[in-house]
C-alpha cells in the first residue's frame, strides 16, 4: 500500500500566487520528511526537509509546515515563479533502517506567467 | 565531482533480453539505492545498500539483482526482461550518518517491448 499519499496530482497556480501541496502518512516511527523537485528529464534533487521535533522549517520561498498528531505535511511556495513549475515529490523514511525513502506519487505544478 | 552517474541513458530490450543498468557515486557515500519511476506512481525503491557486500530489497525488488562489490558502483540486474519493467530508473546514493540527503543520477528510461 502507498505509504505516504500526496496530493493534489496536478496544480496551476499563477505567478506570485501560493503553491500547497499535501502530504499524509501512516508510519509513527518515520522521523525524517524531505521534499523533493524534479524538472523534466532530470533526477529529483533535495528541495527542503524536516525532522519531527519542529512544526515548521523556511527556505527562502519554501514552507514546510508539519503536523506530527494528523500525521501530515504540506509544502507551501510563496510567490510562485515560471520556473517553479516542476514535479514535486514528498517522502518520508525511518532514518534507522537505512534510509528507505517511502515517496508520494508526486504533483505536476504549472506556474502561469 | 561527477556525483552520481548511470549508463545507459536510453535503452531498447527484447522480451527475455537481460542487461545491467550501471550506476556509480564519487561521493564516498555508504548508501546506494535504485528505484524506478512510473507515470503517477511516484518513485518505488528496488533494492539498497548500506555497504559494500550487503545488499536488501525494496519494495518491488522482482525481476531485479544487484550487487555492490565497491563502495562507488551498485549495478542493477535485470534478468528475462519483460514489458512491466518498462520504466524510468534512478540510481541514488547518501551518507550514513546526517545529512540524509539522497542524492540522484539524471535516470536511465528503458523500454521493453
Known amino acids: 500500500q502507498q505509504q505516504v499519499k500526496q496530493s493534489p496530482q496536478s496544480l496551476i497556480v499563477q505567478k506570485g500566487g501560493i503553491s500547497i501541496i499535501n502530504c499524509a502518512y501512516e508510519?509513527?516511527?518515520?522521523?525524517?520528511f524531505p521534499w523533493y523537485q524534479q524538472f523534466p528529464g532530470k533526477g529529483p534533487a533535495l528541495l527542503i526537509a524536516i525532522r519531527p521535533d519542529v512544526s515548521e522549517k523556511k527556505e527562502g520561498r519554501f514552507t514546510i509546515s508539519f503536523n506530527k498528531s494528523a500525521k501530515q505535511f504540506s509544502l507551501h511556495i510563496m510567490d510562485s515563479q515560471p520556473g517553479d513549475s516542476a514535479t514535486y515529490f514528498c517522502a518520508a523514511t525511518q532514518i534507522s533502517t537505512g534510509n528507505q525513502f517511502y515517496f508520494g506519487t508526486g504533483t505536476s505544478l504549472t506556474v502561469i506567467p | 565531482n561527477a556525483g552520481v552517474t548511470q549508463t545507459p541513458k536510453f535503452r531498447i530490450l527484447k522480451i527475455g533480453q537481460s542487461m545491467t543498468l550501471q550506476c556509480a557515486q564519487d561521493?564516498?557515500?555508504?548508501?546506494m539505492y535504485w528505484y524506478r519511476q512510473d507515470p503517477g506512481m511516484g518513485l518505488k525503491l528496488i533494492y539498497y545498500?548500506?555497504?559494500?557486500?550487503?545488499?536488501d530489497k525494496g519494495e518491488v525488488p522482482n525481476g531485479y539483482n544487484v550487487s555492490r562489490s565497491t563502495t562507488e558502483d551498485f549495478p542493477l540486474r535485470l534478468e528475462l526482461a519483460a514489458p512491466s519493467q518498462t520504466s524510468v530508473y534512478f540510481c541514488?546514493?547518501?551518507?550514513?550518518?546526517?545529512?540524509?540527503?539522497?542524492?540522484f543520477g539524471p535516470g536511465t528510461r528503458l523500454t521493453v517491448t
Open positions: 545498500s548500506v555497504g559494500a557486500g550487503i545488499t
Open positions: 508510519n509513527t516511527a518515520f522521523d525524517y
Open positions: 561521493m564516498n557515500h555508504n548508501y
Open positions: 541514488a546514493s547518501s551518507y550514513s550518518q546526517g545529512p540524509y540527503e539522497q542524492y
